[in-house]
């Protein structure tokens, strides 16, 4: 199994976030999050992330398995480096005073060395090239759809091979949204595994292969996404039908 989440309880303070959720996600896949604002998704992503303090969510019983390795003791720069997973946040959180190639450079801060760095800056602005573009411009001048497109370029920067993406179409207009999913596409067919939020529910079951609906910190539904699309109670509270 590549990511194991088994029966996790989440807290921040005393308010319980998560009630004992499970679910998994197979290494090649694309698996999507569903569920209202103050469902728990962000509050799953944080924790798999192991977020330090003071964001960070207290987990007070479960356990997270990532290619069998349980995550609840290993610091955040861990699992960035040595496991390769990153978080594509919501918000996108650049830094808006450094340029598209200082915040680039930034997340090539564990990979000291790596003579594969160069290949692949190339390879973001081949994805990207409005980034190319832009590479020497501050990030803080970059419309919401570049900064998008950077926040996604910046994991790619750490050589993820797991990325978790916090409402990527979050602000885009439907042509730069439909360029955003297309590129993960094509990540994922390249062998990129990705586990993604997305409020527009439509779009995130037509893009991903399996789903989980979570409603106020439980799993309500899951399956294939062909299989929640169809799902009456789905539609209606998801879906708009």
Known sequence: MYLQVDNLRV?????????????????GEIVTLIGANGAGKTTTLHTIMRLPPPEAPKVVSGDILFKGKSLLNVPPHEVVDKLNI??????????????????????????????T?????????????????????????????????????????????????????????????????????????????????EQNANLALKFAHRGYVLDTGEIVASGPCSQLRDDPEVKKAYLGG
Do not use: W
Request: neutral net charge; aromatic residues 8%.
């Open 117 to 197: 760095i160069a290949k692949d800056y190339q390879r973001v602005y081949d994805l990207f090239p409005r980034l190319a573009e832009r590479r020497k411009q501050r990030s803080e001048q970059l419309s919401g759809g570049e900064q998008q497109m950077l926040a996604v370029g910046r994991a790619l920067m750490t050589k993820c091979e797991f990325i978790m993406l916090d409402e990527p179409s979050m602000g885009l207009a439907p042509l730069l949204m439909y360029d955003m999913f297309r590129t993960l596409k094509q990540l994922n067919q390249e062998g990129l595994t990705i586990l993604l939020i």
């Open 86 to 115: 990153a978080l594509v946040p919501e918000g996108r959180h650049i830094f808006g005073n450094l340029s598209v190639e200082e915040n680039l450079q930034l997340a090539t801060y564990g990979r000291k060395g790596d003579p």
């Open 11 to 27: 807290k921040y303070g005393n308010i319980e976030a998560l009630h004992g959720i499970s679910f998994t996600v197979e290494q």
